[in-house]
């Protein structure tokens, strides 16, 4: 963890033990801080500390993920990776990404585009019809999924794929696709 990262818990930290601190004088008026007991302090801060590097881990990192199959042709010139606003929990210990319509038709082109220099190669169908993103299994039952905008307008591309997030992988270069339709750059290093 960086000391910036350590940073941001120690403040998450101290500004949920002054409210605590704060509720517990107006709850018990009369009670002294020795009268609290240092137990149930220190596992608030262990319970705040836990919550906070959670937190951090699934919001403020760069929320960039790739798959296996992204990796660049012929192992020449970056992987490609999409940005994600959020991530859901993990399925199987893959990440679950909800991405901008943006990000997700970058993902429908990735694989129509795969459909089209690879026939007979088995992947899914993906298009979309007006806001409904349809995942259509290329296979004898056809079977398709719908996937919906969240209340949010995000969409979850999980689609029982083996996403990995960057922040999780080293020694790579990707070329990341922003939610806001744009392109940057992006290396890990170990």
């Keep these: 963890m960086t000391k910036q990262h350590d940073q941001i818990v120690d403040k998450i930290v101290e500004t949920v033990a002054n409210f605590a601190g704060r509720q517990m004088c107006e709850e018990f008026p ?14 608030l801060d262990a319970a705040v500390r836990t ?3 959670e937190w951090i881990e699934n919001n403020v990192r760069p929320m960039y993920f790739s798959g296996d199959w992204c990796e660049p042709e012929n192992g020449v010139g970056p992987w490609e990776a999409y ?3 959020r991530f859901g929990p993990s399925w199987n210990g893959w990440a679950t990404p ?12 990735r694989q129509q585009r795969i459909a ?3 026939p007979g190669i088995d992947a899914r169908l993906l298009m979309w019809h007006n806001d409904t993103l349809v995942v259509v299994e290329e296979d004898e039952s056809h079977y398709a999924d719908l996937i ?27 070329r990341v696709c922003l939610s806001n339709g744009g392109v940057r750059d992006y290396s890990t290093t170990s």
């Design 98 to 109: 909800l991405v901008t319509r943006a990000v997700a038709e970058r993902i429908v082109e």
């Design 148 to 174: 919906e905008p969240t209340e949010d307008g995000l969409y979850d591309v999980s689609l029982g794929w083996c996403w990995s997030r960057l922040d999780r992988m080293t020694d790579l270069h990707f």
């Design 51 to 53: 919550f906070a590097n």
């Design 116 to 118: 089209r220099e690879h």
């Design 83 to 85: 940005e994600a606003v």
């Design 30 to 43: 009369y009670a002294t801080t020795g009268d609290v007991g240092a137990e149930s302090i220190d596992g």
